[in-house]
């Protein structure tokens, strides 16, 4: 795709690498364009599609979510535990007339272990999570929230020092801009998740803070609601960091995550300056790499300083320098050598921090980028072939570790481990060592691994 050269002076004049002892500059000067989950590790964000949420459409919900149909052995298991868990928020100092008020209602949702249980038949690739997340809509929308919303972003990156696109591009991953956040009564999912044997104590713990922000006022506990993970609101926060990061952005004395957008986006901003945001810094960018750069530096166990970076021949993604500062920086292909490539900061951590997911973290930080001004990726994603099952991927660990490359658990899901195994057995078979998967990739691994076999 062709980049237009507004789109690059934009990129640059907006983006600064570092700004020492300052904010950034003002980040973004849209105002004409109108406006509108869940990467594997991470908890919430149900997938999100620009339906729009009322508590009309909420109680029509309710219709749907009637209790289902329980055995009952399974019925008074999940009763005893419930009052286990009640009995545990009251020895917690939650007021016992809320703990009875909403035990009284709580039930269980078979719905909800369904979901927890499902388990994706495809590996998801970076084209596959990037282009439904960052779409043009959702980037015209976030320029028009910018633009809505421009004093409050204002006086929130002066007060937590996170400029406004990133908080707009959390908001948009997450819900959509508040689209689209779960319907699914808060307590009901925490309460299920917490009686089954998967992640009790995890999940009885965030019943807990569900109850004490429903003690607290915030919110009532029929209006608490989100995703089939417990996760709440506008940003999708569980309620543990609801309790511990959400603030009263507007003013009127309770943290509404639900309706306030003040509330929404200052709470976000709030959680970030906690998990470590650092306000002089970006996120990341893309950039562009230079002929024969060694690919087996990739990925976040290579971080080096920018300055390293800059003398193996790294520049911007229009071929521009780079400052050669002493921060530290990582480079990620997730789409292999012939994808977009970028390199990431500290910042890239924090995102990470609220979920656990190198995909959503790239996508946060350019859904930012782009809505502050910036142009699209310099590089096509690779979307050819046919998607790659889980099946074969655990394969594929198998055979790296039949191998002799630590692939991490057999569990077919491509993560780190199993990217360094595959960027090792790369480099050591004279092929360009991105740690990418695909059809390629596999069959040399499976074709050495076969060898192997037949040589013992
Ligand atoms: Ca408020």
């Not at 007021?95 to 994706?120: F, G, K």
């Not at 508040?178 to 089954?196: N, V």
């Not at 951590?349 to 609220?354: C, E, L, Q, T």
Request: proline share 4%; with cysteine; aromatic share 10%.
């Amino acid at each position: 795709m062709k980049i237009q050269n507004s789109d690059r002076q934009e990129a640059r004049r907006i983006m600064p690498e570092y700004v020492p002892g300052s904010l950034q500059s003002e980040p973004c000067r849209v105002s004409d364009s109108p406006g509108s989950l869940f990467p594997g590790q991470g908890f919430g964000n149900a997938c999100c599609r620009g339906v729009a949420v009322s508590r009309v459409v909420v109680a029509a919900a309710l219709l749907w979510l009637a209790p289902p149909v329980l055995a009952q052995e399974s019925g008074a298991v999940f009763e005893s535990c419930l009052a286990a868990l009640g009995e545990r928020a009251r020895h917690q100092g939650i007021s016992a007339s809320v703990v009875a008020s909403v035990l009284d209602e709580t039930i269980r949702l078979e719905r909800v272990i369904n979901l927890d249980r499902s388990q994706p038949e495809f590996t998801r690739t970076f084209a596959d999570y990037y282009i439904p997340r960052v779409t043009e809509q959702r980037v015209a929308q976030g320029r028009a929230l910018y633009a809505e919303h421009r004093d409050l972003l204002l006086r929130l990156q002066r007060e937590y020092g996170v400029p406004g696109q990133y908080l707009l591009a959390f908001w948009g991953l997450e819900t959509n801009y508040g689209a689209y956040f779960g319907k699914i009564r808060t307590t009901d999912a925490l309460a299920t998740l917490a009686c089954d044997q998967r992640r009790p104590a995890f999940f009885s713990d965030e019943f807990v803070a569900a109850l004490r922000i429903i003690a607290a006022g915030d919110i009532e506990h029929e209006y608490m609601r989100g995703s089939w993970a417990g996760a709440i609101g506008n940003m999708q926060f569980l309620p543990s960091v609801f309790l511990q990061y959400a603030v009263d952005g507007d003013g009127d004395g309770r943290r509404d995550l639900w309706t306030s957008i003040p509330d929404s986006l200052a709470s976000a901003a709030n959680f970030l300056r906690g998990i470590g945001w650092r306000a002089e810094l970006r996120w990341g960018r893309e950039v562009r790499l230079p002929q024969g750069f060694d690919f087996s530096l990739s990925g976040r166990e290579g971080t080096r300083s920018l300055a390293q970076w800059v003398r193996l021949g790294i520049t911007d993604a229009f071929g521009g320098d780079l400052p050669a500062l002493d921060i530290p920086a990582a480079i990620l292909v997730p789409s292999g050598h012939l994808g977009p490539a970028f390199l990431t900061y500290e910042n890239f951590d924090v995102i990470m921090r609220w979920n656990r997911s190198e995909y959503y973290a790239i996508a946060v930080g350019r859904l930012a980028d782009r809505i502050a001004g910036g142009g699209v990726l310099t590089r096509q994603l690779d979307t050819g072939g046919e998607p790659i099952t889980v099946d074969k991927v655990q394969r594929l660990q198998a055979d790296l570790a039949l191998l002799g490359y630590d692939a991490g658990k057999v569990d077919g899901i491509f993560g780190p481990a199993t990217r360094r195994a595959l960027s090792r057995f790369q480099a050591a078979n004279d092929m360009i060592a991105d740690g990418h998967l695909d059809r390629k990739a596999m069959r040399a691994v499976r074709n050495s691994a076969a060898t192997l076999s037949l040589a013992e």
